[in-house]
Structures are given as structure tokens and as C-alpha cells.
């Protein structure tokens, strides 16, 4: 027991949970192939997991704010919310990719049609 709480085993996976989120959310945006916002919602994720895991009554606090009586409630709440948002975030997410996906399938089907129009075009003026 350090600073009054009770740690377990499930504090430490939380917190190395939360630290892979961040690694995670640093190792994308430093190699530019996602955007800020991706890393913004790692870096809360994994903010909010080694929270929890250092304090673990902090579920405590917060059922007081929310006016819960207990605190498993509050817990589900947070973690609902945290979900919806996540899931929010990757339903957008996916839809911008299959735009981009639509996209780029017919640009390919245009430079394809211009490519056999080009080697039709070389291929008579090679038989005249």
C-alpha cells in the first residue's frame, strides 16, 4: 500500500497499457503517417489508463462529481463514454478512407483508359 490505495496486478497492466498507448500514439505521429488528432486521442487514452492505475480510487472522486452511489457505475460511465468516442472517431476514420478509396480506384480506372489509348495511338503509328 503507497499513499493509501491497494495496487494490484491490475493497476500494473493498466499502467503498461497506458504506456503503450502513448509509445504507440508517439511512434505514428513521429513517423508522419497519421495525423495529430490520432496521437491527441492516444495520448488521453493512455493518459487516463496510468491515472488509474497510480490512483486507483479515482473512480471514487469521480461518482461523487457525477452523483453516482457507487463507484462500478462510475466506471462504466467513463469507459462507456471513452468508447463511444472511440468508436465515433474510427467510424469517420473509416469512412474518409473509402472516400480516399473511391477516389483513388477512379483516378486508376482513368490513367488506365488514357494508357490504352496512348499505346493504341503508338501501336498505328507504328503500322503506318
Do not use: C, W
Not at 502513448?22 to 489508463?49: D, H, K, Q
Request: charged share 20%; no cysteine.
Amino acid at each position: 500500500m503507497v499513499f493509501g490505495f491497494d495496487y494490484s496486478l491490475v493497476n500494473l497492466l493498466s499502467l503498461v497499457v497506458g504506456l503503450a498507448f502513448l509509445t504507440n500514439g508517439y511512434v505514428i505521429v513521429r513517423s508522419e503517417r497519421e495525423s495529430l488528432e490520432l496521437f491527441v486521442m492516444s495520448l488521453l487514452l493512455g493518459a487516463g489508463l496510468i491515472v488509474v492505475a497510480i490512483v486507483p480510487n479515482v473512480f471514487e472522486i469521480v461518482a461523487r462529481v457525477l452523483g453516482l452511489e457507487l463507484k462500478a457505475r462510475a466506471i462504466l460511465v467513463i469507459s462507456n463514454l471513452t468508447l463511444f468516442v472511440a468508436v465515433t472517431y474510427l467510424l469517420n476514420r473509416i469512412g474518409h478512407m473509402y472516400d480516399r478509396l473511391s477516389r483513388l480506384n477512379e483516378e486508376l480506372s482513368l490513367l488506365r483508359s488514357e494508357l490504352e489509348e496512348h499505346q493504341l495511338q503508338t501501336e498505328d503509328t507504328q503500322d503506318e
